[in-house]
Each structure stands twice: as structure tokens, then as C-alpha cells.
């Protein structure tokens, strides 16, 4: 099993009000590079910054890192469009950081990146593959790709109070400007990415395209951005079993009915629940109280501790002493 | 502990007769990219050979992979002036292959390349790094630095028959090309890797003098290259312990007597013998009749194995488990 991470950015989070990592510049461009170093190293090395939201809940690269200091596991980052660099190791698959989904484009070179990801997700060596994400702003770009692909479900935030009318307005703007209406790309999902994606969703349709293609066994981990790369593969045409593992907290999230989208996309789902409230540590209950939820394949790693035979309680704990690192890090 | 990887290209590796890989200009361009795969992945993912020697003589590449299979570690590729992609995740340090050292200047931003790799070398998490190489022609680079630095000794070869008096005469030009007479930069290491260096060399240096200045254990996976790394360090005035793990290939040959310049250079020297010479495997024994000897932190690897206590037979086994894995990929 390999654990492959696409991180990136996109200007779509810049938009006021609607990332949660963008409430403050520095956390919106440095989150994917840290969230990667956290993966990699245990610690953020380069980056600035380590990501906790404004009431101290930290990113779940801190759970995903948790659970591969249990069990070992094999990553890939994928640099798909940093707007700063990580001091972790990647595979270079986008140059440029996607536009702001109110333009008329938003990822310009979506072919390539594209390609180059399905070359990849062919040639790698695993017969399974787990794949995550880090974008600030991601949601609102799935949900413009989801308007493009004609998918009438939603996507969900990493805030507690989804600004979903904010992503709707966001997206209705972009559609606009790209001429594209409701589900006018539904035969033409990579028309979908290059106008209101992000170079993230791109890369992970891409590595996901070619790895099915190559009969690997593919884990999308995450929420509603992961569903929208899964609708977007279906949407090229492929119809290989594809799963989804994500976290309670996204299941049970009101915003988006996730197992009735999983079936009528043929998408087998798997819901992990790592039941934070039953800890005493106030950050960790954050994800309890609707916040963060999932990303940076925190659905996949929970999900692969389990399938390991490892308690939720020993991922817990290892969350919580992995967190206290990080926090006194930079104290 | 973390397995450092430099990988990288340098001009000077064309020059007719210089270099084992240069045998086929494929081999020449597209071994660092496939040595950091074969670490990485156990075999070629992207680059379209595998290394081997006219003879079937095997990278020492797999030789670090097969002790990877056996005892799992991390490794962190650096992308030090690669001539094509590496499939593997990498942190790119230089972007441009070396020049060849017959030229005035053959690491044009080696200072840029050094502060990189100094800043990595501090930041990484761990107490312990293990760093190896792979750049053909980087014995000849390493020869052309020696001589800036005013060090006496000499290089070794992946050749069974070392070209040492060709690499004298192109060290011959390239001194007289840089205007700088031997030993002249005896102080200026920086200025050493600048003229007569390669990218792969000045990454190197910069990551131990980073990670021995954060007081990290330091080993230097390798032959004469890593020796030659070894001198620069201590020309840049850092006389904190420092390590070199090499094989018995390179302890054996005649061409440089390296516990002599290790004592000299206060570096502690571990030798290992994979006694490859007690198998039937034709293409590894070629390894006990002087060829490939060291490279890919092949050296600093065995060194883990045996203070893992993993037996050396069980090293061997793996290796050509390995390497008829890649033959039979590529068949």
C-alpha cells in the first residue's frame, strides 16, 4: 500500500469567507507545504506555520502522521500547484497554483497535469493505493467541478458553519465566466477541472484514472472533495470498483447525504470513527464539535489502522502525543 | 535515522572514458533518476533503464533497496542537477546539471545550492542521517575539488580498470581553466565546489555541515566521492565527528588508501563485506572482481544491516531477489 498526498493551492481561497485555513494569509499558503512536512516528518520543517484553526483544532495531517507512526506506511506527496514550497520530498505535478474559479479558467494546464497524474497513478509499483488531499478552498472548487459534471450533491467545510451559499454564489460566478452551464461537461470532465477546478482535483483524477486503468485497488480518503474526484472518474468513463473511506464526521455531516452519493455513484464507502469526544483534550474534541472533519487522507489513515487491527483508542493517543510535539515545537 | 539520497548530473560525465555509466548515453542520463527509483519503489517507476554494467554487473542501487526491504528506513531524495525526471518524490536543491569541469565554472550557483542544503540539513527531524550519492562522473568532480582544496589523495572508479590518469588530465584543464592553482582554495571550499565540483557534491556538503552544526550524527554513505565530501566539510573550518560507511570493495583497492586519509581528515571509517564472492550469482561476484564497489549509500546501508544484525547472507539473498525482479521487469 502506498499513501499518495496531492497538495496545492488554489486562489479560490483567497475569497473571503471561504476556507477555513484562509482566516489568516499565512495559514492559506503555507497549510498544504506544513500539512505534507507533518506527514513526512512527524513536524512541519519549513513551514512557518503549524495549522490549527483560530480555537486550536489541529489539521488531520497530525491524525493521518499519528497513524503511520503506528504502522508503517509508504508515502508519495504529490506537488500539484504550491503556492510555497515544502521541505517535503514530492513528485512535481503542477507548476502554478490554480486561478480563482471566477475566471473564466482555472486550471490552464489541466491536460497536462492531468496526463502526467494518470502516467504516474499507471507506473507506480503498489497494488493499492490510498489517496488524500491538502487545498485550502477545495470544497468550493469540487463544487464548481460538481456544476460542471451536472452531480447535484453538495460538498461540506472544514469550518463548523458550512458557508455553502458562499460556495454557490462563488461557483454561479464562475460559471458564468467559463460559458459553461449546469452540467455542460458532463461528457467532458477534464472541460470540467480546466475551468472550475483546481490542480489538486486534477492530479488526484489523473493518478486515479491510470491507476484503475492498471488494476490497482484505489482508496480515495477524504470527503466531499474525494466523492467529486470519484464522481469526475466516473464521468470519464470508468467504471473499476472505486472506494471512499472517510470519517465520521463527514458521514454524519448534515450537508451531504455521502453513502447515497457513494451508491449512486457505485462508490464503495467506508466510515471510520476515531471518537475524539471520548478524550479530555479540548482540540482533539473540536473534530467531535464539527470541526476539520477529514483531509489530508485522514479518512484513509483511520481507515487503514482499523483494517491493522489497531485501536481507535492507541490512534488517539498517539494523536494527542503527536499534536503536544508539534505545539511545543513552537512554543 | 534518514536515508539522504543526492542525486544529480554533471557535463563532465560525457567526456569519453570517464565514466561506467557513460558506456550508453541512456545509462549516462537516466541512472541517478532510475538508482533513486530502485530505492524508492524496488525498480525502475518512470526512467526507461535499469543499471546495469555491460557485464550485468547491477547498481549499487539495489543493493540499498534490498537492505530497505529487510529493515525499513526513511529516505529523503535531493534532486541535486538532474539531466532528466525522477519518478521518485524528491527536494529539488539545484536545477541544473553541472558543467563539465573543463569549463571555467562548473556549479554556477553553488552558493545558492550550498545555503539550500545547509538550511535542509538543520531542519531535518532526525538524529541521524545516512547520505549517499548517485552522479556519474563524480569521481572526476570530486578529483577536480580535491585539487582546489590542495588534498592529496585520489579517486576510485565504478570501472574495474579506474581511468586515473585521464581524470588527472581533465582535472589538468579544468584547474587551468578556473585559475586556480592546487590547494588555492584550500580556504574557499565554496569556491572549490563552484569550479571544479559537481551539484550532487555541493548539496552534500551543505546538508552535513547543516545537520552536524544541529549536532546530528552524521554518516557519509560511500567511496572517494563521500570522502572528498568528507574534506570539504572540514575545509569549511566544521570539525565535529564525522562518519564515512563505505564497502570492502573500495577499503580493498589500491587506488586510494582510504583509512589512511580518513585518520587524516579525523573521520571515522566503518567498512562493510557483503562477501558477495560466497554466491553462485554471476552478476553480483562481478562486484568482488572491482566492479560498480560503492555508490547509492550501498556502503552506509550494509553498515545498517550489520548493526541491525540483519546476516549479510540475508542481504545477499534479497539483493538478487531484487535484482531478478528488475531483470525480469525489464524482460
Known amino acids: 500500500m502506498r499513501f499518495v498526498l496531492a497538495i496545492g493551492s488554489t486562489h479560490t481561497a483567497t475569497i473571503d469567507g471561504i476556507s477555513a485555513a484562509g482566516a489568516s494569509a499565512d495559514l492559506l499558503f503555507h497549510t498544504p507545504a506544513a500539512d505534507a512536512e507533518i506527514v513526512e516528518y512527524g513536524r512541519p520543517v519549513r513551514a512557518p506555520v503549524t495549522p490549527v484553526s483560530p480555537s486550536g483544532c489541529p489539521t488531520p495531517a497530525v491524525i493521518t502522521r499519528s497513524v503511520r507512526e503506528l504502522i508503517d506506511f509508504d508515502v508519495l506527496v504529490i506537488e500539484a500547484g504550491l503556492a510555497v514550497s515544502t521541505a517535503a520530498p514530492t513528485i512535481q505535478m503542477a507548476n502554478e497554483p490554480g486561478e480563482d474559479i471566477r475566471e473564466c479558467v482555472s486550471v490552464p494546464a489541466a491536460t497536462e497535469v492531468f496526463e502526467r497524474a494518470r502516467d504516474l497513478g499507471g507506473r507506480l509499483p ?16 469540487a463544487l464548481g467541478v460538481l ?12 469550518m463548523k458553519e458550512n458557508p455553502l451559499a458562499l460556495k454557490r454564489e462563488v461557483v454561479a460566478v464562475g460559471v458564468k465566466a467559463s460559458g459553461l452551464a449546469y452540467g ?54 470508468v467504471c473499476d470498483p ?8 463527514i458521514a454524519r455531516e448534515g450537508d451531504v447525504d455521502i453513502k447515497g ?8 464507502l467506508s466510515v471510520t470513527d476515531p471518537k475524539f ?20 487522507g485522514m479518512g484513509g489513515a483511520l481507515f487503514v489502522a482499523e483494517r491493522e487491527g489497531v485501536p481507535m483508542s492507541h490512534v488517539r493517543d498517539q494523536t494527542i502525543s503527536c499534536y503536544e510535539r508539534l505545539v511545543n515545537d513552537n512554543g
Not at 456544476?147 to 472544514?158: C, D, M
Not at 452519493?261 to 464503495?268: H, K, R
Open 261 to 268: 452519493v457513494s451508491d449512486d455513484l457505485d462508490i464503495a
Open 147 to 158: 456544476s460542471a459534471l451536472g452531480e447535484p450533491f453538495g460538498v461540506s467545510s472544514s
Open 242 to 249: 472505486l472506494e471512499l473511506a472517510t470519517t465520521a464526521y
Open 126 to 141: 503498489d497494488e493499492e493505493l490510498i489517496i488524500g488531499e491538502s487545498i485550502p478552498g477545495g470544497t468550493t472548487t
Open 184 to 237: 455542460a461537461a458532463s461528457d467532458a470532465p477534464l472541460e470540467a477541472l480546466r475551468t472550475m477546478g483546481d490542480p489538486v482535483l486534477t492530479a488526484v483524477a489523473g493518478v486515479v484514472v491510470g491507476a484503475l486503468d492498471a488494476e490497482k485497488r484505489v482508496i480515495l480518503a477524504g470527503g466531499t472533495q474525494m466523492l467529486t474526484a470519484a464522481a469526475t472518474v466516473r464521468h470519464f468513463g
Open 277 to 296: 469526544e471520548q478524550e479530555t483534550h479540548e482540540e482533539l474534541r473540536a473534530y467531535d464539535d464539527g470541526e476539520a472533519k477529514e483531509g489530508v
